[in-house]
């Protein structure tokens, strides 16, 4: 059965007692209004394990780890550091990591490894920016993402990745993809699966939606066949509207 997911990302928001308050009102609803929809917040490394200890309806995840699992890699967290706090998935390949600290699709491939081996769930960020799109190369470079950092595993591995379609020109610009533009990437994403894998291992793949996602849209875009949920930024900071998405189900 294919897992249906709303993630808050809230990137490098949120004190520590902002996030704690947030967390807690989004726990509190979830515990009082039970969702079939895995919720999951996202909250910056050094909060993990407070805003963690007052969840009990919700689940917990980092916004990213490192490349290497352990040593001498001054300000690097480990994915088993992650594991500790009691985090269940950690975001990998978001376009700001990929745009602004140079992250690539092979780095990805061994932070997804690092990752599974600590038994933590990856939710892998693809899409193209709006010059691949205008070229009409999008389908191109989602697939050399996914490829690139994905199809070294096992199918056994790969069941416990989630993927995040999150068009680039998208993300935190109040353009969100069409319904149709959304699902036509995540029914190609996951044929990309199929081909490579098995039928099981692509009809069973979360593909969550990114970017510009709101309560206005949330309906629209997840009432697609292939969108299993979404990855949500600048909207997962005030619960109303984040819990508002998750509803839109
Ligand atoms: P946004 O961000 O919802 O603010 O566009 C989405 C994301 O970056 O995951």
Redesign the pocket.
């Known amino acids: 059965m294919r897992k249906l997911i709303v993630a808050g990302?809230w990137?490098m928001n949120m004190t520590l007692q902002d996030g704690i308050k947030l967390a807690a009102e989004v726990n509190e609803f979830f515990k009082k209004n039970p969702t079939e929809v895995e919720v999951i917040i996202a909250p910056s490394y050094i909060h993990l394990p407070d805003v963690g200890r007052s969840l009990s309806s919700i689940s917990l995840s980092a916004q990213n780890s490192a490349s290497e699992s352990a040593g001498a890699f001054t300000g690097e967290v480990s994915a088993e550091m992650i594991k500790s706090t009691g985090a269940q998935y950690v975001i990998l390949g978001?376009?700001?990591r990929r745009t602004y600290y140079g992250e690539d699709d092979n780095l990805l491939r061994r932070k997804i490894i690092l990752v599974l081996e600590q038994g933590l769930k990856p939710i892998f960020?693809c899409g193209e920016i709006l010059a691949e799109r205008e070229a009409g190369n999008h389908f191109n470079v989602v697939k050399n993402q996914v490829e690139t950092s994905l199809f070294d595993l096992s199918a056994d591995e790969l069941d416990n990745v989630v993927i995040?379609y999150?068009p680039v020109w998208?993300?935190?610009?109040g353009v969100t993809a069409s319904p149709d533009q959304a699902q036509e990437m995540h029914a190609y994403i996951r044929e990309i699966i199929r081909a490579k894998f098995e039928e099981t291992a692509a009809e069973n793949m979360t593909i969550l939606y990114?970017?510009?996602?709101k309560p206005s849209n949330a309906r629209e875009l997840f009432k697609n066949p292939d969108v299993d949920g979404g990855?949500?930024?600048?909207?997962a900071l005030k619960a109303d509207d984040f819990i508002a998405i998750i509803q839109s189900f």
Do not use: D, V
């Not at 998208?170 to 610009?173: D, L, N, P």
């Not at 990855?231 to 909207?235: F, P, T, V």
């Open positions: 990302n990137k978001h376009s700001e960020c995040a999150e998208a993300i935190g610009t990114g970017g510009s996602c990855l949500i930024g600048g909207a």
